[in-house]
């Protein structure tokens, strides 16, 4: 293939041609010579039972069953769901795992994290109904914790942060049972269901899944973005610099990448260690340069600064560098791919989760009791590699500073001030048509279509037509890349939004960091909400979603949590499911139709796609009069 053909990242391109000359194989060449199953695309096939697995037509969805006489509605349903599934257990193990790490600092058994934002320990509490008045922080946290472990192991009632949702849509969620439990009985309820002979009806399978989808959204991603916060600080805007020219080449440069603060956390400690920076300065370095990639790297950028490498499709490209001493992962998105790639360029891949081991990989098991224990040793494996550099080092030029950490507090702030915050100015706006709506662009970046070319041109069209865009996880990563994250970037939005931008000094598209933040795309819709004007549900603001480029379980679970909040969400590359079907229909329009929440979209094309979303926006601003 021809390598300008897959990417607009010029690091990245620059990176592949590297590998295609040191023969190394990435997962561009992978995808290359992997041919989509066109089957397994159109969720055309069944394997839960053994006595298929079965294959049905996309051409002809109706002429055939499965051999148990499962329709293509129910195959297609079962396999959604257990996407979904899979996407909400990453989120929400995500989210107990902070949940757990809370529970320990409370309780006094952890000394190396502490509570770092009362502030925002009090505000969550109050908003699970927790009394804060004359009482420690102490005993409100411990309150807290006892009320949001109810997010998992509830087994009835609904999950604390239901009461954060916007009455009417928790009404129509209620009307017809779309409100979680806990999660863990939501998840066994859907693996239940999908097992061969239960659940045979495309609608009630949907219905199950709505519930394991809200409670990724609105309870697990919601804890794990809280928790952290409230242990690791409440991101503000701070400027950081992004792209593989974050590398030094006489120093020594440790990559994390992966999902969870924990470990990252304590890594930015150990960096700093002056024992531990003294033997890189014995090694002959100049020192020890820190840097995230994914979504690990979105949430250290946006509470430290930390600059960030790259985004998914970016993460073998780098190691390519020769300049990568270390690459330390934790859970989630990270490739098997990568520990060949490690091997061809001496870099260390190093695990550090029980969860997530890697054959051919070091593991270095990290502990939240003894966190230094783990990352000490992470970055004396990485000064000795240093110590051993024998190939030659080239670090693509490409270095970009953009504004990150606009947490949905900041927001509040940054538009009310510190007397009046509130969201009143963004909806004042939104009614006056400066701002013609807002539109949340989030996800991965996937092979299968040109890396960070459709989330840019989609972006440059969304801002272009007045449209404010909130971004999470890699799009972020795609967006800070090519330059848009920076008050600057006003001059590529429409007049309207070009002027709210200039007035607040904000850039037109905002970073909220990582993919458990999209939790904060949902509270700020719920306080859009709340502040008036703009209708009384989630479904009636001038919203609308897109993962232009995903490629993840987790992206389709926050995909319907999304449709199931109220927001209609677009999504790009494949959608595994054949049109012309009940289900397709079920999806895409009885969403909104028959509950009045939102529904789902697909377009591979960002233009369209745009059109896509400005159309809703502008029909949801008519139905209100704007
Ligand atoms: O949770 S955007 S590739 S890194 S799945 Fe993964 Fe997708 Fe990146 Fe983070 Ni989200």
Not at 124 to 150: C, F, H, M, N, P
Not at 555 to 566: L, N, R
């Amino acid at each position: 293939f021809n390598i300008r053909d897959v990417s607009i990242s010029e690091s990245t391109i620059q990176m592949l041609e590297k590998a295609r000359r040191d023969g190394v194989e990435t997962a561009f060449d992978r995808a290359a010579n992997m041919k989509a199953c066109p089957i397994g695309a159109d969720s055309a096939c069944c394997k839960h039972c053994f006595m298929g697995p079965c294959r049905l037509n996309a051409k002809d969805p109706y002429g055939k069953v499965g051999v148990c006489g499962a329709t293509i509605d129910t195959i297609m349903a079962r396999n959604f769901a257990r996407n979904v599934v899979s996407g909400c257990a990453a989120h929400t193990d995500h989210g107990m795992g902070m949940l757990d790490l809370f529970r320990e600092v409370v309780n006094g058994h952890i000394k190396e994290y502490e509570i770092k934002d009362v502030q925002k320990l009090e505000q969550v509490a109050q908003s699970v109904g927790i009394e804060t008045e004359g009482k420690t922080t102490d005993a409100i946290a411990k309150e807290l914790y006892a009320e949001l472990e109810r997010t998992y192991t509830q087994i009835e009632g609904e999950i604390p942060f239901a009461s954060r949702v916007p009455a009417k849509t928790l009404e129509t969620w209620r009307k017809f049972n779309f409100v979680p439990r806990g999660a863990m009985r939501e998840i066994m309820e859907m693996m239940h269901r999908t097992h061969i002979g239960v659940d045979q009806d495309h609608e009630n399978i949907a219905q199950q899944f709505t519930r394991v989808a809200l409670a990724d959204g609105w309870g697990g991603s919601l804890v794990a973005t809280e928790i952290s916060d409230i242990l690791y600080g409440t991101p503000r805007p701070v400027a950081v610099e992004t792209d593989m020219g974050v590398l030094k080449e006489d120093y020594v440069n440790i990559i994390v990448h992966g999902h969870e603060p924990n470990m990252f956390e304590s890594m930015l400690v150990s960096v700093n260690e002056p024992a531990l920076v003294q033997a890189a300065k014995d090694a002959g370095a100049k020192g020890i340069n820190l840097a995230g990639m994914c979504c690990s790297g979105a949430e250290m950028m946006s509470r430290h600064g930390v600059p960030h490498a790259g985004n998914f499709m970016s993460t073998e490209a780098v190691i390519c560098t020769g300049a990568v001493d270390a690459m330390i992962v934790d859970i989630q998105c990270i490739k098997q791919g990568l520990v060949k790639v490690g091997q061809c360029y001496n870099t260390p891949i190093i695990t550090t989760n029980t969860r997530c081991h890697m054959d051919g990989a070091v593991h270095i098991q990290f502990n939240d009791h003894t966190p230094s224990e783990c990352t000490d040793e992470c970055v004396i494996k990485a000064i000795s590699r240093f110590k051993n550099r024998k190939l030659p080092i080239e670090i693509p030029r490409q270095k970009c500073v953009g504004i990150h950490g606009f947490s949905h507090e900041y927001i509040n702030y940054m538009l009310g001030g510190t007397f009046r915050a509130s969201y009143t100015p963004l909806n004042d706006n939104i009614i006056n048509g400066k701002i013609r709506g807002v539109a949340g662009v989030v996800g991965c970046t996937n092979p299968r279509v040109k890396q960070d070319w459709v989330h840019v041109e989609l972006v440059k069209e969304l801002i272009k037509n007045d449209v404010l865009v909130v971004q999470t996880g890699c799009s972020q990563v795609s967006l800070a890349n090519a330059g848009l994250l920076t008050p600057e970037a006003a001059h590529l939005a429409g007049a309207g939004l070009a002027e709210v931008c200039e007035t607040v000094g904000m850039p037109p598209v905002l970073g909220l960091g990582s993919c458990v933040d999209n939790s904060r795309i949902l509270i700020a819709c719920a306080e859009m909400v709340k502040m008036g004007g703009l209708g009384d549900s989630i479904a009636d603001l001038p919203v609308a979603g897109a993962a232009p480029e995903y490629m993840s379980e987790k992206a389709i679970s926050i995909g319907h949590y999304f449709v199931a909040s109220g927001v209609y969400t677009v999504f790009g590359v494949t959608f595994p499911i054949v049109k012309d079907t009940k289900f397709h229909k079920l999806l895409f329009n009885d969403f909104e139709e028959k509950y009045g929440l939102g529904k789902w979209g697909f377009h591979e094309d960002p233009y369209e796609m745009a059109r896509m979303m400005i159309a809703h926006i502008d029909k949801k601003r008519k139905a209100l009069g704007i």
